[in-house]
């Protein structure tokens, strides 16, 4: 029984983990029809960054709060320098943001001499409750993404800036027509996407260690996550990320797990196979 | 501020000498191509000098250990040409990027043995790498090759000689110590490729073989960052010693989850062979507190043996920063090879791959990182002195060393 809601806990706090990593991306993917290859690498930057604030002296936390704020900045750079030149072109702003995504990563190898830096949890130390033991960073981490991922559906369905920015999507030249800058939106939406990963990176970087290829792993589950959940949707790539994220988690307490890490992608291409346009299909929000 | 004044006027001002160095060393890295460094010794004499070829992972996920082995390699052949040189020439250091990418490497190597015509090479960490490049370097170049990381050994093909640590030199020493410091009761819980497999194969052995009992021997992804489900198992089984070759990205959350899950805490033994002083900053202290290593160095090694003492301030001098001198990074074996080359050459008299390689067979050499090393004739795996250290508070203690040199059993 103890081991069953360990092993739960373990399961739900990856699956989270996914969640928050995977937001960024689904945001970006859903509202502005851009793929971005470069979203491992703002995990990356948000992790370097809580490590640059830690090793300054200050407190991880401070970092972790700082983090989402620079990835936002060099979003926002990138995308106002780079990225806003491919939205034509889907295809080629993958091609560009893979590029960015490299630029960054080798960058930060550099910087950090191609080894792994531990960065301790802020929270250390684990609450036993009934038996179980819940790692007390974990438990925040499952917290603080349920609020993130709360806040975020708030923002995009029910404020102004919300519709706006749905609007963009759906209708760029009706958009455009009525007043709203689908610039800016963009500007704004992606620079939404780059503070999320940077949150992403910030939180996760004491579980994981700070390297150069952080981002990379998640890259890829994150966009399984994304091709499961569905494009077009808020709540598609969440739903795909908790899916990926707990089947990764949860198949190597039954198979073995060389076998595991394969499942999950042979369930996830079964799945769409059979759903095409994923979980959550339709547009609405 | 006089300390400024004092550093700006010993800062080397351009003169001539400086001038042609560096326009020497810049038409050598423009007329090699991007990738390849060539380092001229300091001084020429009417003989051509001999040349050195080392194939390393400069760039790349392995670049922190790749440029530890181009940093040996300054260092010693630079010792060497000071003292004179081999048989009366100096040596020409030809240094090429294989890039932790094998199909970039093979083309790289290929430059060392067909345009700049090297007499030995030197190199390859990974044993994919070396897989990748011995082809080009020892049947269609006709070249020695010498191999200086730790590995899992079985690489007994003529004219490739090892200087880095086997299964048998990590295991028939370390293990029983385990036992004796830890418990009978084994997982082996590993990354999922060559090394982990073979290792294992001969871990379980020794383990048998003393009495202990392997309880779950168990292979992951190369990027498996989620641990639950094997360290539930470690700690329901009552494991005794987790003996892992989990790599990274894996270890460090391996480790974490491990001490989360409390295996320390209720008296679990860990170990790691290929841990060393790179690998110690990817956990916190207190999360490896009391981990067990076993390689042919350590830098605290250096506290009571003064040849590696001397080997490691000279190293520190010369590349002060985040490369370490290191076994784990085959820097040591490296070292090992370069001078366990130099005695061959001597020996033999000529630069002829048959005669160095003869010679090379039995060749020793009483100085090295960690203590003297000697080939086993016959097998041209090299035997050497192996240390088992432990993590405490972020650093290493030497717990246990072999009494002389251990056999690499190969071939």
Not at chain 1, 173 to 190: E, H, K, P, Q, V
Not at chain 1, 226 to 241: H, I, Q, S, Y
Not at chain 2, 54 to 69: E, H, K, P, S, V
Request: some cysteine; charged content about 15%; proline content about 5%.
């Amino acid at each position: 029984m103890e081991t069953a809601l360990n092993a739960t806990f373990e399961v739900l706090s990856f699956g989270a983990i996914i969640v928050l990593v995977v937001l960024g991306l689904g945001i970006v993917a859903s509202m502005m029809g851009i793929f971005n290859f470069a979203h491992g690498e703002f995990v990356l930057l948000g992790a370097y960054t809580t490590y640059l604030v830690y090793s300054a002296g200050l407190p991880v936390w401070a970092g972790m709060l700082v983090a989402p704020v620079v990835v936002a900045a060099c979003g926002f750079v990138l995308e106002r320098l780079v990225i806003r030149r491919f939205y034509a072109t889907p295809i080629a702003a993958m091609l560009a943001t893979y590029a960015l995504g490299l630029v960054i990563r080798e960058s930060v190898r550099g910087l950090i001499g191609g080894l792994y830096v531990s960065v301790p949890e802020p929270l250390v130390g684990s609450l036993i409750i009934g038996g179980v033991r819940l790692p007390k960073w974990r438990l925040a981490i499952v917290i603080i993404t349920a609020l993130v991922m709360v806040g975020s559906y708030l923002l995009l369905a029910r404020t102004s800036f919300g519709l706006r920015v749905r609007a963009a999507l759906e209708n760029p030249s009706l958009a455009r027509a009525s007043g709203i800058s689908t610039n800016a939106i963009y500007a704004a939406t992606f620079t939404f996407g780059a503070a999320l990963a940077g949150l992403a990176g910030a939180l996760v970087v004491p579980l994981f260690s700070l390297s150069a290829d952080l981002g990379v792993r998640f890259l890829i589950q994150g966009f399984l996550a994304v091709m499961l959940g569905g494009v077009g949707t808020f709540e598609g790539p969440v739903a795909g990320g908790a899916l990926i994220g707990v089947m990764s988690a949860a198949l190597p307490w039954a198979v073995a797990p060389v076998l595991a890490d394969v499942l999950v992608f042979v369930i996830a291409i079964a799945f769409v196979k059979f759903r095409p346009g994923g979980l959550i299909a339709a547009r609405r929000l | 501020m006089d300390e400024e004044n004092g550093d700006r006027s010993a800062a080397p001002t351009m003169n001539r000498r400086c001038v042609l160095q560096s326009a020497a060393w810049m038409g050598g890295a423009i007329a090699t191509g991007i990738g390849s460094w060539v380092i001229p010794p300091k001084w020429a004499s009417a003989a051509t000098p001999i040349k050195v070829g080392i194939a390393t992972d400069l760039t790349g996920a392995i670049g922190y250990a790749g440029n530890a082995n181009a940093n040996v390699a300054k260092m010693v052949v630079k010792d060497i040409n000071n003292a004179g040189g081999i048989l009366g020439r100096p040596i020409q250091l030809f240094i090429e990027d294989t890039a932790s990418n094998e199909s970039v490497a093979v083309a790289n190597v290929r430059k060392l043995i067909q345009r700049d015509k090297v007499d030995v090479v030197l190199g390859g960490i990974t044993s994919s790498m070396r897989n990748a490049i011995k082809d080009v370097i020892v049947a269609r170049g006709k070249t020695l090759y010498i191999y200086p990381q730790l590995y899992e050994g079985r690489e007994c093909t003529p004219y490739i000689f090892c200087t880095g640590p086997t299964p048998a030199q990590q295991c028939d020493e370390f293990i029983p110590w385990l036992m004796k410091n830890g418990g009978k009761r084994f997982a082996l819980p590993a990354a999922n490729y060559v090394w982990p497999h073979i290792l294992n194969e001969y871990a379980r052995k020794v383990i048998e073989k003393n009495g202990g009992e392997v309880i779950f021997e168990e292979y992951y992804p190369l990027d498996q960052v989620e641990y639950s489900a094997p360290v539930n198992k470690i700690m329901t089984n009552n494991v005794d010693v987790v003996f892992t070759t989990v790599i990274s990205p894996g270890v460090g959350p391996f480790f974490k989850q491990l001490y989360e899950a409390g295996f320390q805490k209720r008296g679990g033994g860990l170990s790691c062979v290929y841990y060393d002083e790179n690998t110690l900053n990817i956990n916190a202290p207190y999360e490896i507190e009391g981990l067990a290593s076993c390689l042919d160095y350590f830098r605290a090694v250096t506290r009571d043996d003064p040849v590696s003492a001397r080997i490691q301030a000279e190293y520190d001098k010369e590349f002060p920063g985040k490369i370490l001198f290191s076994a784990g990074s085959a820097a040591t074996g490296m070292y090992r090879g370069l001078k366990l080359w130099e005695v061959a050459v001597k020996e033999a008299g000529k630069l002829d791959r048959d005669a160095v390689a003869a010679a090379l067979d039995h060749a020793k050499i009483f100085e090295g990182p960690g203590g003297p090393a000697e080939m086993v004739p016959g097998k041209r795996h090299c035997k050497m002195k192996m240390y088992t250290a432990v993590a405490k508070e972020g650093n290493y203690e030497i717990l246990a060393r072999s009494e002389g040199l251990v056999d690499p059993k190969e071939c």
